[in-house]
């Protein structure tokens, strides 16, 4: 067995990237980050200031920023904390590097050629999907064994694969959409995105690893995640999809209401209130945004109910996704990488730059909705999340092209 001992503790090498799957997965997510934020603010520039010109998409380009960030960006992200920490949950074997280098290559590939097709290469949209598509595939035909090798029920594990399973049909409804279907298909590929895939994934780990951190290194914790919260969660999580899917949206504060009131008690249950490092407090002010989230979700659809305006716009899903989905990603992915790459679990520079400033731009996002001029408002928030990631993102890739600093495998 290979170990980091094998490489000058200086070196650089991009074949280190196959030593463990949030090597590869968490590179390749560093990347997609950087290139789908260029592009995408590249775009509202010039939307806003024709000056500098800049092709439509053959497709709409807020659906494929949607697609983008949702089923390619965030998913490399996902698949490289599943393919590691799902062995380990069920203690099982860890995956080898031929399990997961396909679901990198097919993610990689799969957005390159989608942000080359944007510009105007229109095959690459294409292309692109069908490599997602494939990276996908693989990642789940490895993930899905080892929950019938485990001799136990590790439900967390089993709630993370549905939701990548509900994700796996949002990104097939999109494939449909660009081979001849109708828009409707797009429609639906986004919302499951949103509400099948990524917020049951995000609570999931959430309620998996956020107490078992904090128990770690806060005295007198006691760690609450009951089974039937995050059923709970599961449940209206699906209904308000399933409203969103049929457009009914004057009804969706019945299920965002309950919502909100578990997205406190789940905070303020979680909350750590002892002597805590700053690595855990920012995992908590990123949880912060999901009953903000809900709170816009509910009283835009109170609003729609009474007056018929969508007077909130994309608010709450900026909240969401920008905020929580930003925030806690930032504080995930470093807490990961510090402790997996053998330095002390302390909050970075980089990483304190990236998640301040994230704060800043998801209230900037939220503010477009409301401003004289929004899209000179969204133009400058896509601008401020590459001046937030870009130090991150190089500080990331950094380590993941660098042996472990303790010598450690992995």
């Given at each position: ?64 920023h949607a697609f983008v960030m949702q089923y390619q ?275 970075p520079g980089a990483a304190w730059f990236a998640f ?55």
């Amino acid at each position: 067995m290979h170990t980091d001992r094998d490489l000058p503790a200086s070196s650089f090498s991009p074949r280190l990237l196959a030593r463990a799957p949030h090597r590869l997965m968490f590179f390749v997510g560093a990347s997609n980050v950087a290139l789908a934020m260029l592009w995408w603010a590249a775009w509202l520039v010039a939307a806003r200031w024709p000056v500098l010109q800049m092709p439509q998409p053959e497709v709409y380009a807020g659906w494929l920023h949607a697609f983008v960030m949702q089923y390619q960006m965030l998913a490399s992200f996902i698949f490289g904390f599943l393919l590691t920490v799902f062995p380990r949950w069920m203690g099982l074997r860890e995956f080898e590097p031929w399990r997961y280098l396909p679901v990198g290559l097919g993610l990689f590939g799969g957005q390159l050629a989608t942000l080359l097709g944007a510009p105007g290469w229109n095959a690459g949209i294409v292309v692109g999907v069908l490599m997602t598509l494939a990276g996908w595939l693989a990642g789940v035909f490895t993930l899905a064994p080892l929950l019938w090798r485990e001799r136990g029920v590790t439900w967390h594990a089993r709630s993370c694969f549905g939701a990548l399973i509900l994700g796996l049909l949002g990104l097939a409804a999109w494939t449909v959409f660009l081979l001849g279907g109708s828009p409707l298909w797009a429609f639906a590929s986004i919302k499951v995105g949103t509400f099948g895939f990524l917020l049951p994934m995000y609570l999931t780990v959430a309620h998996r690893m956020f107490p078992f951190f904090t128990g770690n290194v806060v005295a007198h914790y006691t760690p609450w995640r009951p089974l039937w919260l995050l059923a709970a969660f599961w449940a209206l999580v699906l209904a308000h999809l399933a409203l969103e899917l049929v457009h009914a949206y004057a009804w969706l504060w019945i299920v965002d209401l309950p919502l909100l009131f578990l997205a406190v008690v789940l905070w303020y249950r979680w909350w750590p209130r002892g002597k805590k490092p700053a690595l855990l407090t920012v995992l908590f002010l990123g949880l912060a945004w999901l009953p903000a989230a809900f709170l816009l979700y509910a009283a835009q659809s109170i609003a729609y109910l009474q007056t018929g305006v969508y007077a909130l716009g994309r608010a709450p899903a900026h909240a969401l996704f920008v905020g929580f989905f930003g925030s806690v990603l930032i504080a995930m992915v470093t807490r990961v990488t510090q402790g997996h790459s053998g330095r002390a679990l302390v909050m970075p520079g980089a990483a304190w730059f990236a998640f301040t400033l994230i704060q800043g731009v998801t209230l900037i996002r939220i503010a477009a909705e409301f401003g004289a001029d929004g899209m000179r408002m969204q133009a400058i928030a896509a601008i401020g999340w590459l001046i937030a990631l870009t130090p991150w993102v190089i500080w990331l890739g950094r380590i993941y092209l660098s042996p472990r600093t303790d010598g450690k495998p992995g």
